[in-house]
């Protein structure tokens, strides 16, 4: 039997590639990457060449993740995905980050039996240096209790 690769190494693969090849981005491809047991995450923050690449960048990134994620799963799975038109990020009581704008992924992969979160979004720090970036985030949690059977029985609410 073929083991199958984590949704999270085809999209670190898929989104380091992008990054390469981006006219929109600037930098190194760079996301760091970490694991622990059944948990691994990664994340990346990438600049624009320019204001309107990374409107641009958004855009492209989501299709890509989205079409990744399509691939990965087929029919063996369920993809909840979400717009984001505008947020905060708060840090120790301040926000300091403002949400331009973005997409919210969750993904629940039966045959790997894995629940995965991913966020792109275009942020802007709100104090100096005023800029702005993309920003790209996934959690994979393999072997989620979300498959343990049974779930409590029913999925109705009971009292």
């Not at 923050?45 to 641009?56: I, Q, T, V, Y």
């Amino acid at each position: 039997m073929k083991i199958m690769p984590s949704l999270l190494d085809e999209l670190y693969k898929s989104i380091v590639e992008y990054v390469g090849k981006s006219r929109w981005l600037s930098g190194s491809p760079a996301m760091t990457r970490n694991s622990r047991e059944r948990y691994s995450i990664c994340s990346g923050n990438f600049s624009a060449r320019d204001p309107e690449g990374l409107s641009l960048a958004i855009n492209e990134v989501t299709q890509l993740i989205e079409k990744t994620i399509k691939t990965h799963i087929g029919s063996h799975g369920e993809l909840i995905k979400s717009a984001i038109r505008t947020g905060e990020i708060w840090d120790s009581s301040k926000n300091y980050f403002e949400i331009k704008a973005g997409s919210h992924f969750e993904v629940y992969c039966f045959t790997c039996r894995s629940l995965t979160f991913v966020r792109i979004q275009h942020e802007k720090m709100l104090y100096a240096p005023e800029k702005e970036w993309l920003s790209i985030d996934v959690d994979e949690n393999q072997d989620t209790l979300w498959f343990a059977e049974p779930l409590g029985g029913s999925a109705s609410f009971s009292r």
